[in-house]
């Protein structure tokens, strides 16, 4: 069976690159469910998640920004970003794993305040927790 490698991001762990099987079962199993597939960047790469984390109540993994840096979605559950073909998924080439590592190389947990916010800390970094509602 063909192989793929990817960078997986898992909630509250820093992104590690793995081989998996290049098969929908696999990538199911990795994600917790059907699988849904963004392509947030420019680049040739896909965030490969699971369709019903947030109907699954999956914990908030990490957020997504848009160009001008504002928060416009944060991905549940653990996800992996891959290389693109034509019409299928392929390994991450190397150039874009470090660039993607380098982009999510913080955990982030999320904590909803006694008055309703929602507030995320990028553990290990010197930034201010920032308020996402």
Not at 36 to 64: A, F, I, K
Not at 78 to 88: A, K, N, R
């Amino acid at each position: 069976m063909e192989r793929m490698r990817v960078l997986l991001i898992e909630p509250l762990e820093k992104p590690r690159l793995v081989e998996i099987d290049h098969d929908l079962d696999t990538m199911q199993a990795l994600v917790g469910g059907p699988i849904s597939c963004t392509y947030p960047w420019e680049d040739l790469v896909g965030l490969v998640h699971c369709d019903t984390g947030h109907d699954q109540g999956l914990p908030m993994n990490r957020m997504l920004k848009d160009e001008n840096g504002e928060i416009y979605n944060i991905v549940p559950g653990v996800f992996f970003i891959c290389g693109l073909t034509e019409d299928s998924f392929c390994s991450l080439p190397d150039e874009l794993a470090e660039k993607f590592t380098e982009l999510f190389r913080y955990p982030e947990m999320y904590m909803r305040t006694m008055d309703g916010h929602v507030v995320c800390f990028r553990l290990g970094s010197n930034e201010a927790p920032i308020q996402i509602i």
